[in-house]
């Protein structure tokens, strides 16, 4: 499907077309392959899922120049939401890092707004992230935000696992408690991102300031994030708690990094849960479990 700027966006549905149903929208360097233990655990509750690829990452296109903002991530939100989730029905809507601040940016839109139940924001921040990033260990703040800064706009392509960019990814992404299968999926997730937009996705990132939209994310909503989250510390989450409108719950994961959805699917799985059986109209219904995938 076409946002309106004209990037095509590659999209996936999964399971039962009339289930209650969750939208997943991934962060900054991934695709929809990494949600596919989130997506494996609720299939196997008996609930549709939608995953798209966002813009410049996955199968979706990569936009000219002008195609990278927040603007432009709740575009496609908006785009996915619309095709996805009929008029008159809703969706628990789930982001990851750069995906919760998509539902961040669109949270203002009557269109997003209707067709959402719920929402969890994982492992994300609404603004002055280079200050809060503790991938580089260097002590004066100038120095590590202008280094991080470097580190978020590299488009160098990062090329085939290695045992290296194995360690040095799980370093900086995940907690040390990771498992070898876990670090495997995201590496060969981050590291098939296109340099490029990876880079022109971490300038946005560098600049991005959301806080005069958590006020309007008017929804149950859940904030949940890793106690070891290097890219987006515990920090960044407090402050939209403070901020929430409609806060259900704060889940904080002891030892986990950022890549909360591999690390601890179960936790992350049972808050979309919650809010599933809690705000879908359908959602405590003992609903069957299977379905199609259509692309």
């Known amino acids: 499907m076409a946002s309106p700027d004209g990037t095509r966006l590659h999209v996936r549905e999964y399971g039962p077309p009339r289930a209650p149903t969750v939208l997943l929208a991934h962060g900054w360097t991934c695709s929809v392959e990494f949600w596919a233990p989130v997506t494996r655990r609720l299939l196997s509750r008996g609930l549709r899922v939608v995953a798209y690829d966002q813009r410049g990452h996955g199968r979706s296109d990569v936009p000219r120049r002008a195609g990278y903002s927040t603007n432009a991530l709740a575009d496609d939100l908006q785009t996915v939401a619309l095709s996805c989730v009929a008029e008159g029905d809703s969706a628990v809507l789930v982001g990851h890092s750069m995906g919760a601040m998509s539902i961040l940016a669109a949270s203002g839109r009557p269109a997003v707004r209707d067709r959402a139940a719920a929402v969890l924001l994982a492992s994300t921040g609404c603004c002055d992230l280079l200050d809060g990033l503790r991938v580089l260990p260097v002590r004066g703040p100038r120095l590590r935000a202008g280094l991080h800064r470097v580190f978020l ?88 708690v403070e901020r929430l409108p409609e806060l259900v719950e704060f889940v904080e994961l002891p030892g986990a990094g950022h890549m909360t959805p591999v690390e601890r699917t179960d936790e992350v799985v049972g808050a979309v849960w919650r809010l599933v059986r809690d705000h879908l109209p359908t959602g405590g219904a003992t609903l069957p479990a299977g379905g199609r995938e259509t692309v």
């Open 153 to 240: 706009s590299a488009p160098l392509p990062l090329g085939p696992p290695t045992a290296v960019s194995r360690r040095l990814l799980k370093y900086a992404t995940m907690g040390s408690a990771a498992t070898p299968e876990q670090v495997e999926l995201c590496c060969r997730v981050v590291n098939a991102c296109r340099g490029l937009p990876r880079s022109r996705w971490g300038r946005v990132l560098g600049r991005l300031d959301l806080r005069a939209n958590v006020p309007e994310l008017s929804v149950p909503t859940t904030v949940l994030v890793g106690t070891s989250d290097r890219l987006t510390p515990p920090a960044h989450s407090r402050l939209l």
